[in-house]
């Protein structure tokens, strides 16, 4: 069974009722996720549904977008439910981090069995910067990335030249 849940004020006065699935369970940029009846939406921290449960399903918002999920495609919408990303991306994607977002699209062997995602990144307007072609990809390093691929991880910059060959516990400085 699905725990539903809800949330009040500090007086006790019911700002969100107790019909929904709290996705996550915490603000991000003022708003957070809901599920109810197997579609999500937004709402802020006065109990309002700011943005429809429409979605298949949905990231949290940072940097302004959220990644959300629509007939099978994920793409982004800002704070007032506007889409700025159309949905194009088949996987799956994470929320922005200076600047870019990660997408993974499923690999299958022979016999349609899944046996990973191939990771690349996109910018906040949509356009493909790392193609999706690495066994992981972390945005978050100003124009650069760390991406795994043949057991290796590399700090590598937009145009995929190797920056740095990084021991499997490092990570630059942010």
Request: charged share 25%; aromatic share 14%.
């Amino acid at each position: 069974m699905i725990e539903k849940k809800g949330f009040a004020d500090k007086y006790g006065n019911i700002l969100l009722p107790t019909e929904y699935r709290e996705d996550y369970e915490q603000f991000s940029e003022g708003l957070m996720v809901l599920e109810k009846d197997k579609k999500f939406g937004f709402t802020n921290t006065m109990g309002q549904i700011v943005i429809p449960l429409i979605y298949d399903e949905a990231g949290k918002f940072n940097e302004g977008l959220a990644p959300v999920l629509k007939n099978g495609k994920w793409g982004f919408i800002n704070s007032k439910g506007e889409t700025i990303i159309d949905f194009k991306f088949v996987g799956v994607v994470t929320s922005f981090q200076n600047g870019f977002a990660s997408y993974g699209k499923r690999n299958f062997s022979s016999g349609a069995h899944y046996t990973s995602d191939l990771w690349g990144a996109i910018d906040k307007k949509g356009n493909i910067v790392i193609k999706n072609k690495y066994n992981n990809v972390t945005t978050g390093y100003n124009e650069n990335f760390v991406v795994e691929i043949d057991g290796k991880k590399l700090l590598i910059d937009r145009n995929e030249n190797v920056i740095a060959i990084l021991k499997y516990e490092e990570r630059p400085v942010q």
